[in-house]
């Protein structure tokens, strides 16, 4: 996405080529987007029949950019007679203003011709080149192009107007225009983007944004959120950048669902502007010491969706919590089991965990007890649907063959999974990490159980049961002889022996045995794993191992932090500050913004990190990451009504101060700095 501009405000987004043109493509999502149609496909700028060429951009705030342009090729621009400022915003709705300079000593006409179409292309058709099935229709009017597409009852429209009389056709406006010497005309544009519902008006209208804000509005909105989080004094330069980076990402990211009017996180941009259940709750976990307020309407949402029936084709089974929710034409016409589909085995857990941890913060004791029923479901949804062998571990199999996810893992593309030769085992599959999250789902429910639901009979049951599964996984996913956990169980119980970083999710569990920690730590910060920049998702000796593979040898940002968290809890400060320190120095070269992944090559073949070519950027997990380490690197654990603060620096970072720290405690400050030299040699020596 380098050579790509994007602006977004929740799940409405453009993204566009360095010119601020949009051309028709099938291969990656370019254009207008909201909740997962596109509205926009087409939108090509030519001053008098010429192309524009990009002198600078002006990527602003997320929610809009500036392009200043000059017609010809780059070696003529010395010789330009005209420039154009091409000025955008997003919000529900999108606006353009275009502004055309003549700078030569004479009156000029010019033809300034703004080419406009709409293939209301739903994500899932672009990521799988599909084809429409519905029909579309171009109607013209005074200053204004209507573009509607209908299949039945989905009915979505595209409405183009200008502020300056224009010659309109079914392709676009024609602007014929005369400006006198040096100077300027303007004409502003505005896109409206239209989802009908069934009673022939936009369903978002009755949200409280109404589905269309202006940028003042959203201005307001975001920094309101960025001021109430706590404020960062630092010597570290990229930390303090990134942080700055991610409050303002969140703040962008976030958007309004349809079902609840609530505002909710949009996992990535660009194919993952929805509700995820994994994404969603890790990025609530890394956000919640920072932000609690933007917690429950995630829980709330995943608890209202909790699958309640046995459906093959979304993968739903009772007591599931969800894996992705989407509003588009694939999912409304069941091409797709996104409405919602429930194919992830994690979700469960992590949703139990979440709920554990937001009271542990906060003090919501109400959303605790409210949501017992939930919780309990989603515990017995582990142990039965969850539990397809009956041996205890947590497993997974597509009921959907045909489109459901075959991985419902973290590591969901096809080859994500795999033995160390590169062979692909059968299904069903049982990942480590899930057994980590189920027991440290136990254990947390058991203390709700106790504390909460006035039940300490199943908070016994639920404490014994955890018991039995971390001595159980110790015995039958440790590999003796090369001292890690194996990456899964297969369906014949064999060892899924590749080496990933999978095994640091286990120590963020807790389930791992502490004679063994120090082994998976070692691994973890090992040439094999570790790339200098963060840890790889498959070690590089692997036979699956590629780093430019999606889940086998990139590095994925979120994944560090949760290793970071986990060898923190283990006591292994140190080490969890070296992936700090590498994360926030890999950060720097994203200008604050971490993407989804990076590639995994060795940090001393390059001078920087090298990009993933269709990482997703801003991605809500990625963007939490900042947040989840500065919490590790100051030590922030809440016990009881205290936060415990015990920082742990690493090296050459400087001073650390967290200022307002929200929680039930009230607000707190935290100050921690990394050890002087003298004092890193006091420790050396002993």
């Not at 084709?313 to 588009?328: A, N, Q, S, T, V």
Request: glycine content about 10%; overall charge negative.
């Amino acid at each position: 996405m380098k050579d790509l501009v994007s602006i977004l405000d929740g799940n409405t987004f453009l993204v566009s080529d360095r010119r601020g043109d949009i051309e028709p493509s099938f291969d990656f999502p370019t254009g207008l987007f909201s909740f997962d149609t596109r509205f926009l496909s087409s939108w090509i700028l030519t001053l008098n029949g010429e192309r524009l060429h990009a002198l600078s951009i002006d990527e602003g705030e997320s929610y809009r950019t500036r392009f200043f342009l000059a017609p010809g090729e780059p070696t003529h621009y010395l010789d330009a007679k005209a420039s154009v400022i091409r000025s955008r915003a997003i919000g529900g709705s999108f606006d353009e203003e275009l502004t055309v300079l003549n700078h030569s000593g004479e009156e000029v006409e010019f033809t300034l011709r703004i080419d406009i179409g709409a293939d209301f292309a739903d994500l899932f058709e672009i990521k799988h080149a599909r084809q429409k099935r519905g029909r579309s229709k171009a109607t013209v009017a005074t200053d204004e192009l209507r573009l509607t597409y209908r299949r039945d009852a989905f009915h979505r429209e595209t409405v183009v107007s200008t502020s300056m009389p224009a010659q309109v056709d079914v392709a676009g406006m024609t602007f014929r225009i005369r400006i006198g010497r040096h100077g300027e005309w303007t004409t502003r544009l505005h896109v409206a983007t239209v989802v009908y519902g069934a009673r022939g008006e936009d369903i978002r209208a009755t949200l409280p944004y109404g589905g269309s804000r202006n940028a003042e509005a959203i201005h307001t909105e975001q920094q309101q959120l960025i001021d109430r989080a706590p404020k960062l004094g630092c010597d570290c330069q990229p930390l303090a950048g990134a942080y700055r980076r991610s409050l303002n990402d969140l703040a962008a990211l976030r958007y309004e669902s349809i079902a609840l009017g609530v505002r909710l996180l949009a996992a990535g941009l660009p194919w993952f502007m929805t509700l995820f259940g994994r994404d969603s709750i890790i990025t609530s976990l890394q956000v919640l010491p920072f932000l609690p307020e933007l917690i429950p309407p995630t829980i709330f949402m995943l608890a209202g969706l909790q699958g309640h029936r046995v459906d093959d084709f979304r993968d739903e089974e009772p007591g599931k919590i969800l894996h992705e929710l989407r509003y588009g034409e694939t999912a409304g016409f069941e091409e797709q089991p996104h409405s919602p589909y429930y194919g992830s085995a994690d979700s469960t857990p992590l949703f139990v965990i979440l709920i554990d941890e937001y009271e542990r913060w906060t003090g919501d004791v109400e959303l605790v007890r409210r949501l017992e029923p939930t919780v309990r479901s989603a515990l017995e949804w582990i142990d039965t649907y969850g539990d397809l062998l009956g041996t205890g571990y947590l497993w997974y199999q597509t009921r959907n063959p045909d489109t459901g996810l075959a991985n419902q893992c973290w590591k969901d593309s096809w080859d994500g999974i795999s033995y160390a030769d590169g062979r692909m085992p059968g299904f069903p599959r049982a990942t480590c990490e899930l057994q980590g999250y189920a027991y440290d789902a136990k254990i947390r429910a058991a203390r709700m159980a106790r504390e909460f639901w006035n039940d300490p009979a199943y908070a016994d049951r639920l404490e014994r049961e955890a018991a039995e599964l971390k001595q159980r996984f110790n015995r039958d996913f440790w590999i003796a002889d090369r001292e890690y956990y194996a990456l899964a169980l297969d369906a014949d119980g064999r060892h899924v022996d590749a080496l990933s970083s999978n095994i640091g999710h286990l120590l963020w569990s807790g389930i791992v045995d502490e004679s063994r920690a120090g082994r998976i730590a070692e691994h973890l910060l090992g040439p094999r794993l570790f790339s200098g920049w963060g840890v790889r998702t498959l070690a590089d000796d692997q036979g699956g191992y590629n780093p430019i593979g999606y889940h086998v040898g990139t590095v994925w940002p979120f994944d560090n932090s949760l290793i970071a968290w986990g060898l923190w809890r283990y006591g292994f400060r140190e080490e969890a500050g070296q992936i700090c320190d590498a994360m926030l120095a890999a950060s720097r070269y994203f200008n604050g913004r971490l993407p989804e992944a990076f590639a995994g090559y060795e940090r001393g073949l390059t001078d920087y990190p090298v990009e993933y070519p269709t990482a997703c950027s801003p991605q809500a997990w990625s963007t939490g990451t900042p947040l989840l380490l500065l919490r590790v690197m100051l030590g922030l654990e809440p016990q009881g009504e205290h936060l415990i603060i015990d920082p742990a620096v690493p090296p050459g970072m400087g001073r650390i101060e967290l200022l307002d720290i929200p929680g039930r405690w009230g607000r707190v400050d935290a100050l921690g700095r990394s050890r002087t030299p003298e004092e890193e040699q006091q420790r050396r020596d002993g």
